[in-house]
């Protein structure tokens, strides 16, 4: 598990064949967290296990699926990414619970500069369900809250097409959301709380649809 709270900027380094997909070479000088082989770690918000860790610089095998379900598999030398170790119990939970399985990803369709930054990301089937206005989503591992969520038209009974965001200043430079663009695609989780409880409610509903008729 996760909070979304990042914790620090890392940069690919190296990319190269593994024998499972794909090997992301990071390196994070700046960050005092030195994983042993093992070890969890969201990198832009997906749950990566750590197979190689020197001065700084931390190695990830990422499979096919992975690749192609995120933006990992977009990644290039050069690029930026957001950092955060795995929660413990001790661990202050300052955003949400995050799980590190990214649910899809958005594309983001407009951008407003203002007081603050405004951001609207077109979201995929298996987060528009999860949507609510106030409610968390994580956008490339960071721990946001859902400003308005957008529609395709305006009034009841209208469909849910995608989220907006306001970003603070402090979340621009702690985080690789600064250099977001119209038309990048983002790794998306939605609030794994929401997941658990709408599970919950088709669960019970099936079963009450299931007992014999009296």
Aim: aromatic share 4%; with cysteine.
């Amino acid at each position: 598990m996760f909070t979304g709270l990042i914790e620090a900027m890392g940069r690919i380094v190296e990319i190269e064949p593994s024998d499972s997909g794909r090997r992301l070479i990071v390196d994070a000088p700046g960050w005092g967290y030195r994983p042993e082989i093992g070890a969890s770690i969201a990198v832009n918000g997906c749950c990566l296990t750590v197979v190689e860790s020197k001065a700084g610089r931390h190695g990830f095998d990422v499979i096919p699926r992975s690749l192609e379900m995120t933006t990992l598999g977009g990644l290039v030398v050069g690029d930026a990414v957001n950092l955060e170790r795995a929660a413990t119990l001790d661990t202050l939970l300052g955003g949400h619970l995050v799980q590190g399985h990214v649910d899809g990803t958005g594309l983001v369709v407009g951008i407003e500069d203002g007081n603050d930054w405004r951001v609207r990301i077109e979201a995929p089937n298996g987060v528009r369900e999860y949507l609510i206005d106030r409610g968390s989503i994580t956008v490339e591992g960071v721990s946001l809250t859902v400003a308005r969520v957008l529609r395709d038209v305006e009034g009841p009974g209208s469909r849910v097409i995608g989220f907006e965001i306001a970003l603070i200043p402090e979340t621009l430079d702690r985080t690789i959301l600064r250099a977001l663009q119209v038309g990048v695609r983002v790794n998306l989780e939605a609030d794994a709380m929401a997941k658990m409880v709408a599970a919950h409610v088709e669960r019970l509903l099936a079963a009450r649809d299931e007992r014999p008729k009296t």
